[in-house]
C-alpha cells in the first residue's frame, strides 16, 4: 500500500499499539500512528532483536561505539548503554572517537561526545590523526585543496578507529550506520559495478577475519526515526555537516532513497533484503591479505593505503595513491577523478562507503 | 568487420569483432580527453566519413553513420549468436509495441531474415531453412485512457510498418491485452479492469500489467506455433529493471530477469539489444527514418517512474552508467532456465541441431528445481518459504494459494491483504496464472506441508 492511504478521522487517534495513549506521531517504517511510549518501546525492542538475533554480542565483550558525535552514533550509545543495563548483555562499552583535526566541526562535536562520556558514564577514547600521522585534517587541506582530501579522512579515519580499538583493547566496534545508510551502499555499489563490496556490504558484522570485527546494530533501523528518537529523547548530539565536505548529504542516491522512502516507507528494508539476497558466487576472487611492511597494518599491497597516502603527503607529492595506481612505485599517477563541481552520486564522502 | 552474412557464425569473424572493439578503446579515451581533433573529426573507424552527431556521447558521436549502423548491428547478431536465439529452424515472434527499441529489433531481426534468404536461395543444398518472424501488438487501449481514433491511428501505422517490411512476409498478430481471458469471454475488458482497480497498489498496477502482457505474448506464440519471443529491451530499459528489482527486494530473482534468454516460460523470450543503449536506438531511428508509433502515457507517480527518472540523471552525469548497472547486474549468478534448452528433437535436421552452438554459455547454476511466483513467475527463495509458511498458518480458511506460493514483493504490491478482496482478485485472475499457482502447488506446496506435517489433523492435500 503506498503512503497516504490513512483514513481521516476527526478526534484525537489513540496508539494503535497500547490503544490507551494519543498517538503523537506516525511511525516512519510503518506509517502507524502510535504515541511516544510505545515508539521508545518498539525503537528499542526491534535493535534488541536485531542484537540478539545476530548474535552481535558475547557477555563480558568489551564494545568500542564509534562516536563522532552526531546522532547516529550519539543514539547508538544511549541505546546500547539502556539495552545492556536492561538485558543483561554483560558488556564493558567504550566511547571510540577520532579526532581529524577540522577547527569549527570536529572540535565542536568532540565536545558532544566528552559530554556524553559524562551523560552516559561510558570511558571515552580519542584518537587524533595528528598523533597517528603527524598530519591534521586542517593542514592537510591546505596543502592538498578541497580535491580528494575525503579520499584522506576517509583512509585515515578507518585505521585511526582500528587502531584506537588496539589501545581500548575491544573485541568488536559498533557503527552508528542505519539502514539508510546500507540501502544507499547497495545502490552505489551497483552503479559503481562493485561486485565484491555488493556482496559484502550488506553483512551486518564485517571485518571478522581481521584484528578487530565491526557491527552495525542499526542496519535494520530508519536515519528518520534515529532523529525521531533522540528528538523526543532530548538527546545532546552535534549536526552541523563538515566544513569541508558541506555538501556531502545531498547526494543523487541519497535524494532518490529519500523520494523513495516517501512513496513507499518499505523500498529502504527491501533494498536492504535484495542485498541480501542476490545471488553472487562465493568464488569471486578476493585480494590476498597481508600486513603492510612500514606499519603493520592489514593490507593487500605492499604498504597500506594510509602509508601510501602519508608518504605522499611527506614527500610533496600528495597525489600519490589517488585515482587508480596499479602497483606502488608508479609514482605520480594522473588525476583521473572529475572535478568536484558537479554534483556527486555519493551523500556520506567521510567515511560510512567503507564498509 | 570481417563478415556481416546472417549465415555465417564462425567463431573466426566474432574473435576478430572483439579484438577491433578492443582497439578502440584508446582511442575512445582520446577523443574524451579532446586529442579527438587530432584526427581531424572522422569516423574513428573507417578514417574516411565525418561521424554523425545525433547524441551526446556513446557510440554513435564516433562513427560514421555507415559504421555506427555496422556496429549496432553487429552487438545485436553478437547476442544473436553467442546465445544460440535464432537458429535457421526456428519461428520468431517479434514484440512490437512500436516504441524505439522494438521497432530496431524488428528491423534487426527481418535483416537477419534477409540475408538468410539470399543465402537459402544461393545453397545449392538448401539445408539450412529460412527462420520465420511474426509480429505481435498487444493492444492495451482497454485499459489506458487514450482516445479510440489514437489507439486505432497507431494499429493502423503498426500494419503499415509491418507489411512495408520486404519479404519473406511477417504475420501481424494484433491482440487485446482482455484476450488472455479465454477468448468466448464477452466481458473481458470488464473483467480487465476489475482486476487491475482491484490492485491498490500504483506500482503494483504496472507491474500486474506487465506480467499479463508477457501473458499475452506468450500464448499468441504459442498458439502460432513460434519458438521464440523476442523483446526489444535495450541496456537503458534492463538497467531501469536492476534498480527497480531491488528496491522491491527482488534481489534473488533479478539475475532471471536481464540475461540474454529467459526460458522459464513456455516459448523461450531472448533479448538480443541488451547490449543497445536507448539513445543509439533513437539515433538509429532517425538515421534511418524507421517510423515510430508512440501511444503516451501520463506521468507516472510510482516507483517504476521515480526509477526511471533517477537512472536517467544518473546517465547523464556518465554516459556509461547504464552499462555499468547492466554489467554488475550480469556478475550475478543466472538461472538454470537462462539458455536455451538443448535440441533433443531428432526430426530437427541435424544441420540446424549442429549450428546451436554456445560460445559463452557455462553451465550455470544447479539444475534443481526452482519454484516460481504464480504472479510475477520470478524464482522464489528459501526465506520466501518460510514467510508464506507464516501466511499459510494465520489464515487457513481464506483463498491462500496465491499468497502462500507468491513472492514477498508481489505480495506487497500486488495481492490484496484483505482476505474478501484476495478472494475476489484471485477470481479474476486469468487462467494460465491460476493454473501456474496450482502447478507450483503440486511440488512446491508439498515442501511446505511437508514443514507443517506434524500439524495438520487430515491427511487430504484437497483441503488447500
Redesign the interface.
Given at each position: 500500500?503506498?503512503a497516504d492511504?490513512k483514513p481521516k478521522k476527526s478526534g484525537p487517534r489513540l496508539c494503535c499499539i497500547c490503544n490507551q495513549r494519543r498517538a503523537v506521531l506516525k511511525r516512519p517504517k510503518t506509517l502507524e500512528q502510535i504515541c511516544r511510549e510505545c515508539f521508545y518501546e518498539v525503537f528499542e525492542e526491534e535493535i534488541h532483536q536485531v542484537i540478539v538475533e545476530n548474535q552481535l554480542f558475547k557477555p563480558g565483550d568489551r564494545i568500542a561505539i564509534g562516536a563522532s558525535g552526531g546522532k547516529d552514533s550519539t543514539v547508538l550509545a544511549y541505546v546500547l548503554s539502556e539495552l545492556n543495563r536492561r538485558h543483561n548483555y554483560g558488556l564493558d562499552l567504550f566511547l571510540l572517537s577520532v579526532d581529524e583535526g577540522i577547527t569549527g566541526y570536529r572540535d565542536d562535536s568532540l565536545e558532544t561526545v566528552k559530554r556524553n562520556e559524562l551523560q552516559y558514564g561510558l570511558p571515552l577514547k580519542i584518537v587524533s590523526y595528528k598523533d597517528l600521522y603527524g598530519w591534521t585534517m586542517d593542514e592537510i587541506v591546505k596543502m592538498i585543496g578541497l580535491k580528494n582530501n575525503c579520499t584522506f579522512c576517509g583512509v585515515f579515519r578507518r585505521q585511526a578507529l582500528d587502531r584506537g580499538a588496539a589501545l581500548l583493547k575491544v573485541d568488536k566496534v559498533a557503527t552508528g550506520h542505519n539502514a539508510d545508510d546500507i540501502a544507499e551502499t547497495?545502490?552505489l555499489?551497483?552503479?559503481?559495478?562493485?561486485?565484491a563490496r555488493?556482496s559484502r556490504c550488506t553483512s551486518i558484522t564485517t571485518g571478522e577475519d581481521g584484528p578487530i570485527p565491526r557491527c552495525k546494530p542499526f542496519k535494520y533501523t530508519y536515519e528518520k526515526e534515529i532523529v525521531m528518537y533522540a528528538y523526543f529523547k532530548k538527546l545532546d548530539y552535534f549536526s552541523t555537516e563538515c566544513i569541508y565536505s558541506p555538501n556531502a548529504y545531498r547526494g543523487?542516491a541519497r535524494e532518490?532513497i529519500k523520494?523513495?522512502e516517501r512513496?513507499?516507507p518499505?523500498?529502504i528494508?527491501?533494498?536492504i533484503?535484495?542485498?541480501?539476497?542476490?545471488?553472487?558466487?562465493t568464488s569471486t576472487k578476493m585480494p590476498e591479505q597481508g600486513t603492510c611492511e612500514r606499519c603493520g597494518y592489514i593490507s593487500s599491497q605492499k604498504w597500506c593505503k594510509a602509508c601510501v597516502l602519508l608518504e605522499g603527503l611527506n614527500r610533496g607529492l600528495p597525489k600519490l595513491g589517488i585515482g587508480r595506481s596499479r602497483g606502488l612505485n608508479n609514482d605520480i599517477k594522473k588525476d583521473t577523478k572529475q572535478g568536484g563541481g558537479?554534483?556527486s552520486?555519493e551523500s556520506k564522502q567521510c567515511g560510512s562507503l567503507d564498509f | 568487420m570481417a563478415c556481416n552474412s546472417a549465415t555465417c557464425n564462425s567463431s573466426g569473424c566474432y574473435k576478430e569483432y572483439e579484438v577491433e572493439e578492443e582497439q578502440r578503446q584508446p582511442t575512445t579515451r582520446g577523443g574524451i580527453n579532446g586529442s579527438a581533433t587530432t584526427h581531424q573529426n572522422l569516423c574513428v573507424k573507417c578514417k574516411s566519413n565525418e561521424p554523425v552527431c545525433c547524441g551526446i556521447g556513446g557510440d554513435d558521436a564516433r562513427f560514421c553513420k555507415d559504421c555506427f549502423k555496422t556496429n549496432l548491428y553487429g552487438k545485436f547478431k553478437q547476442a544473436v549468436s553467442y546465445n544460440a536465439m535464432i537458429t535457421p529452424s526456428d519461428k520468431v515472434l517479434v514484440a512490437f509495441s512500436g516504441g524505439p527499441s522494438s521497432r530496431v529489433v524488428l528491423q534487426f531481426v527481418h535483416e537477419m531474415q534477409c540475408r538468410a534468404q539470399k543465402n537459402f536461395d544461393a545453397s545449392k543444398d538448401r539445408s539450412l531453412p529460412v527462420f520465420g518472424v511474426g509480429v505481435a501488438f498487444i493492444d492495451e487501449s482497454s485499459i489506458h485512457s487514450f482516445a479510440s481514433q489514437d489507439a486505432e491511428k497507431a494499429i493502423e501505422d503498426i500494419r503499415s510498418i509491418v507489411s512495408n517490411l520486404a519479404p519473406p512476409e511477417k504475420e501481424l498478430y494484433v491482440v487485446p491485452i482482455e484476450n488472455i481471458f479465454s477468448s468466448d469471454n464477452i466481458d473481458g475488458k470488464e473483467r480487465m479492469k476489475k482486476l487491475l482497480d482491484a490492485v491498490?497498489?500504483?506500482?503494483g498496477k504496472e507491474d500486474l500489467l506487465i506480467h499479463l502482457r508477457m501473458l499475452s505474448l506468450q500464448r499468441v506464440a504459442s498458439q502460432n506455433r513460434y519458438t521464440r519471443v523476442v523483446l526489444g529491451s535495450c541496456t537503458s530499459r534492463i538497467a531501469c529493471h536492476?534498480?527497480s528489482?531491488?528496491?522491491?527486494?527482488?534481489?534473488?530473482s533479478?539475475?532471471a530477469d536481464i540475461q540474454y534468454v529467459d526460458s522459464r516460460w513456455q516459448v523461450p523470450v531472448v533479448l538480443p539489444l541488451r547490449d543497445c543503449p536507448a539513445q543509439e536506438l533513437n539515433t538509429l531511428c532517425s538515421l534511418d527514418g524507421l517510423k515510430i508509433v508512440e501511444l503516451l502515457n501520463g506521468p507516472c507517480?510510482?516507483?517504476n517512474g521515480?526509477v526511471s527518472s533517477?537512472v536517467k540523471?544518473?546517465q547523464e552525469?556518465n554516459p556509461s552508467?547504464e552499462c555499468?548497472?547492466v554489467?554488475?547486474?550480469g556478475?550475478?549468478?543466472p538461472f538454470h532456465f537462462n539458455r536455451i534448452p538443448d535440441i533433443h528433437d531428432s526430426s530437427v535436421p541435424l544441420a540446424t541441431r549442429r549450428r546451436q552452438k554456445r560460445h559463452s554459455i557455462k553451465p550455470n547454476?544447479s539444475l534443481s528445481s526452482e519454484s516460481f511466483c504464480p504472479i510475477c513467475n520470478s524464482p522464489l527463495?528459501k526465506?520466501n518459504f518460510s514467510s508464506s509458511l507464516r501466511s499459510l498458518q494465520s489464515n487457513e480458511n481464506s483463498d491462500i494459494f496465491a499468497a502462500a506460493a507468491a513472492c514477498?514483493?508481489c505480495q506487497?504490491q500486488i495481492i490484496p491483504?484483505e482476505p474478501s478482496l484476495m478472494e475476489q482478485f484471485v477470481s479474476l485472475l486469468p487462467q494460465p496464472l491460476i493454473t501456474r499457482a496450482k502447478h507450483g502447488d503440486r511440488g512446491d506446496f508439498s515442501l511446505l506441508r511437508e514443514q507443517i506435517q506434524e500439524f495438520l489433523l487430515s491427511d487430504g492435500e484437497d483441503e488447500i
Open positions: 500500500m503506498e492511504a547497495v545502490l555499489n551497483i552503479l559503481r559495478g562493485d561486485i555488493l543523487f532518490f523520494d523513495l512513496i513507499r518499505r523500498a528494508l527491501d533494498i533484503t535484495s542485498g541480501e539476497n542476490f545471488r553472487i558466487s558537479t554534483k552520486i | 491498490s497498489d500504483v506500482t536492476v534498480i528489482a531491488t528496491v522491491k527486494g527482488q534481489g534473488y533479478l539475475s507517480s510510482s516507483i521515480l533517477f540523471v544518473l552525469e552508467r555499468t548497472i554489467r554488475t547486474a556478475k550475478l549468478t547454476g527463495n526465506s514477498s514483493s506487497f491483504k
